[in-house]
């Protein structure tokens, strides 16, 4: 199995700015994109930001220009630097990854428990 563990969810000022990171570890044969979803009070989750391995990024338009991933393959983890953040920002964030735990074909996507980002003054 594997196991994902986000950290750096927090409250923060509009305008601001937080850090999330993300470590996977288990039995990851090859990882072949890893990603943030977010998920608001009362709504469905939604794509955020992804990464392949060859570092390729995608955004979604609602913070492109403003947030970055990134990745650290030796250490199967990735990050997302969240800047000029606004209320509507305001979500749980969840990584996950898409990967095969063995040589054979089949891909699991892997979610990890979340972290809370709240933006308010």
């Known amino acids: 199995q594997v196991q994902l563990v986000e950290s750096g969810g927090d409250l923060v000022q509009p305008g601001g700015s937080l850090r999330l990171s993300c470590a996977a570890s288990?039995?990851?044969?090859?990882?072949?994109?890893m990603g943030w979803y977010r998920q608001a009070p009362g709504k469905e989750r939604k794509w955020v930001a992804s990464?392949?391995?060859?570092?390729?990024?995608s955004y979604a338009d609602s913070v492109k220009g403003r947030f970055t991933i990134s990745r650290d393959s030796a250490k199967n983890a990735v990050y997302l630097q969240m800047n000029s953040l606004k209320p509507e920002d305001t979500a749980v964030y969840y990584c996950?990854?898409?990967?095969?735990?063995?040589?054979?074909?089949?891909?699991?996507?892997?979610w990890g428990q979340g972290t809370q980002v709240t933006v308010s003054s």
């Open positions: 996950s990854v898409r990967c095969k735990l063995g040589p054979l074909p089949t891909v699991y996507d892997y």
């Open positions: 288990g039995s990851i044969y090859t990882i072949y994109a």
């Open positions: 990464i392949t391995s060859d570092g390729m990024p």
